[in-house]
């Protein structure tokens, strides 16, 4: 007689299975691959762990486990991700959003009692500029993007978390932002040196878009674009934020300060790392 694979038993197999492969929090990773593709939650697969799987059901996981195991990450297996409590889809078009990044839109909704526009540079899923729409009723926000694609993800994000009539969506180069003036301009850019890239884990480096993740000039070239466009394109009183990699604090500093930018500070994230970098036009 063929084996018989209930839920647990495939749950038991998946999670030794990316345990062997090194993936971080393997169950936790085999949990939401089986729920998502047997259209439970969580509680549901526990609910269900007794019930023996049909080869349909079987057919469906195995090719995802696969390239799980292969690392492929699983926020694009599922095609989807959470961010600031807010569901995102996520194609290999845009960088999946990692929670560190919440630290951004904290310090915006901070310093956001005032004004009444914000640019999101470089928005790809639309994870901030989605995020700060739904906090920030009345508020005009522009999300820009190099890449078309992830500009038709954003948008399709906006439409699910309904903001999009709040959000206008430009396809531009973060060298020449719109001739516009801000409250708030925001960023979460390209970083990664050139030299860093062996250091990334392979769900980063073989899956994640490249142009989503690499900067020239010591991963400081969008920085240097963003600082030397502030003064123009902020109101008196607007304010410069963006993500930073944890060695980069003392290098964007100096960029906003040799900007004129006053107020400076860096923002640590919960693990104690440098994650944002701000400034405002005095
Ligand atoms: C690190 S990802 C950030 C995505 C999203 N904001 C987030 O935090 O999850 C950087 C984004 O910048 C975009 N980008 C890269 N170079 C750009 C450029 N020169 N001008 C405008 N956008 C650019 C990429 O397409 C990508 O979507």
């Known amino acids: ?51 023996p799987l049909d080869n349909a059901e079987l057919d469906a996981i195995r090719p995802l486990v696969k390239r799980r195991g292969q690392r492929e990450p699983l926020q694009y297996l599922i095609g989807q991700a959470e961010f600031w409590s807010l569901p995102f889809e996520v194609t290999p078009a845009v960088l999946i959003p990692r929670g560190d990044t919440e630290i951004l839109v904290e310090e915006a909704l901070n310093r956001a009692d005032q004004g009444q526009s914000l640019l999101d540079v470089g928005t790809g899923s639309g994870a901030i500029a989605v995020s700060l729409a739904s906090e920030l009723a009345g508020w005009q926000i522009t999300a820009l993007d190099i890449s078309q694609d992830a500009l038709d993800i954003a948008i399709r994000n906006a439409e699910k978390n309904r903001v999009a009539e709040q959000i206008r969506f430009v396809q531009a180069d973060l060298a020449q932002l719109p001739q516009q003036q801000y409250d708030l301009i925001v960023s979460n850019p390209p970083y990664i040196a050139q030299a860093e890239w062996d250091e990334l884990m392979p769900e980063v480096c073989c899956f994640e878009p490249k142009a989503a993740l690499l ?27 963006v993500e930073i990699g944890y060695r980069q604090a003392q290098a964007v500093s100096e960029l906003f300060t040799t900007a004129g930018l006053q107020d400076v500070f860096v923002r640590d994230d919960y693990a104690g790392q440098p994650r944002v970098v701000g400034g405002c036009k005095r």
Request: net charge negative; aromatic share 10%.
């Open 1 to 51: 007689m063929a084996d018989v694979w209930t839920l647990l038993k495939l749950l038991r197999w998946t999670t030794e299975y990316f345990s062997s492969k090194e993936i971080d929090n393997p169950r936790l990773n085999a949990e939401l691959l089986l729920a998502h593709v047997l259209e439970l939650d969580r509680v549901g697969l526990y609910l269900d762990f007794e019930r």
């Open 215 to 241: 900067a020239a000039d010591s991963g400081l070239d969008c920085y240097h674009k963003l600082t030397g466009q502030a003064q123009d394109r902020l109101t008196s009183g607007g304010w410069l934020l």
